[in-house]
């Protein structure tokens, strides 16, 4: 038996069942959840690393742009 980190529901997981890595989700709440740990089961929300992502892809789609525009810039000095 486990428990949501984010409700305290009681989660019916067998700790023989998952593995380390897994991912799962609260029928309470509707949190993901990540298996941390099998022996003792522990689970922990995945919400968190989510957010964090994507603001990691929005700086990269940044810099995309920048690079976009030097070979434009690149591309107009060859047409003079």
């Not at 067998?14 to 989700?25: N, Q, T």
């Amino acid at each position: 038996m486990a428990t949501c980190p984010e409700c305290d529901a009681d989660l019916d997981v067998d700790e023989y069942d998952v593995d380390k890595g897994d991912l799962l989700s609260c029928p309470e709440c509707g949190t993901n959840l990540e298996v941390v740990s099998v022996s003792p089961l522990e689970l922990e929300s995945t919400q968190e690393d989510d957010d964090e992502d994507d603001d990691d892809l929005d700086d990269d789609d940044d810099v995309g742009d920048e690079e976009e525009d030097e070979d434009e810039d690149e591309e107009e000095d060859w047409d003079q």
